[in-house]
């Protein structure tokens, strides 16, 4: 059995001025997110966290995800 056949991935956009915030959206390996796959209010999140990058948010990284099969936006902090 494939080990990557069980991992699922998050697309990590990580604030740049405040340590542990940020906003995690499930994807593939690649990073790609299903867009189509996520509810109206994680749409718009992912949408506005793209449209930070830079300002308020850095390049998002893809990582392995510690929630295993998400369903919308993960949260991504130590709250």
């Known amino acids: 059995m494939n080990v990557m056949q069980h991992r ?3 697309l990590c956009f990580q604030s740049l001025f405040e340590a542990g915030r940020g906003y995690a959206f499930p994807c593939d390996e690649r990073g790609v997110v299903d867009l189509d796959g996520l509810s109206e209010k ?3 999140s992912y949408l506005y966290a793209r449209a930070m990058v830079g300002r308020d948010l850095a390049v998002p990284a893809v990582r392995v995800s ?3 099969d ?3 936006v993960t949260p991504s902090t130590d709250r």
């Open 66 to 68: 510690v929630y295993g």
């Open 70 to 72: 998400a369903a919308g």
């Open 8 to 10: 699922r991935f998050e």
């Open 42 to 44: 994680a749409r718009a």
